[in-house]
């Protein structure tokens, strides 16, 4: 079984990371999910007050695994801070039926030289619950590995705080010797030296 669709361009990826994270889904075609999507992270109108926004978290926790890799299909590709804010902490409350379609979307981050979705996963990454990221470290640390490298300051930086918080201790410290040597960036190099020194 194989991911039907998610947005436009990258059904035929995810699918394939599915697969090889185990864990492949086939997403439900609701048209009322975009609806959902749409109203996510809203802070004025109707949609913008603390119970609708409550409501509509409900609503999208209902559709469990499918629902949450949907939602990541979306931010794939989305660069509006409010629908980035209210689609993470739908998945995080997703927690276990989110966190292997959030692995899979941070490993097609680390291939592509997009910035906002590498941040945006990284972030969700380390801010899922222990059980939830558990299963998936293994991979996580590979991730890392290539992410520590990137080209982008700001993935860098989300990359080193996920190794600190996520990754235990030694296995951080060797993630992030390997990439102390060729940090050019002052502040990013103090980050690596504070920590190193712990």
Same mark, same amino acid.
């Given at each position: ?24 889904? $086939? ?29 509509? #978290?409900? $609503?999208?926790?209902?559709?469990? /695994? ?8 979306? @931010?794939?590709?989305?660069? *509006?801070? +409010? ?17 292997? *379609? ?14 906002? =979705?590498?941040? $945006? ?5 380390? +801010? @899922? ?5 558990? =299963? ?8 890392? *590995?290539?992410?520590? +490298?990137?080209? +982008?300051?700001? #993935? ?5 705080? $996920?190794?600190?918080? @996520? ?25 690596? /030296?504070?920590? @190193?020194?712990?």
């Amino acid at each position: 079984m194989s991911i039907k669709s998610i947005s436009a361009g990258h059904s035929g990826e995810l699918g394939a990371i599915g697969q090889t994270l185990g864990r492949p889904v $086939t997403l439900i075609g609701r048209p009322e999910l975009a609806e959902w999507y749409e109203r996510l992270g809203r802070w004025v109108g109707p949609f913008g007050t603390r119970t609708a926004q409550a409501e509509l #978290v409900r $609503t999208w926790l209902e559709t469990g /695994e499918e629902g949450a890799a949907w939602l990541v299909g979306q @931010l794939l590709c989305e660069q *509006h801070a +409010d629908a980035i804010s209210g689609s993470s902490r739908v998945l995080l409350q997703m927690r276990g039926a989110a966190a292997p *379609h959030v692995v899979a979307a941070l490993a097609m981050s680390a291939r592509s030289e997009a910035v906002v =979705p590498a941040v $945006t996963f990284l972030r969700i990454v380390r +801010d @899922l619950d222990a059980e939830s990221v558990g =299963p998936w470290l293994p991979q996580i640390s590979e991730i890392l *590995h290539r992410l520590v +490298d990137h080209f +982008d300051k700001d #993935v860098r930086l989300a990359a080193f705080h $996920t190794c600190i918080d @996520l990754l235990p201790v030694e296995q951080a410290k060797r993630v992030l010797a390997h990439r102390r040597a060729k940090e050019a960036d002052p502040e990013l190099a103090e980050l690596l /030296e504070s920590f @190193l020194r712990q």
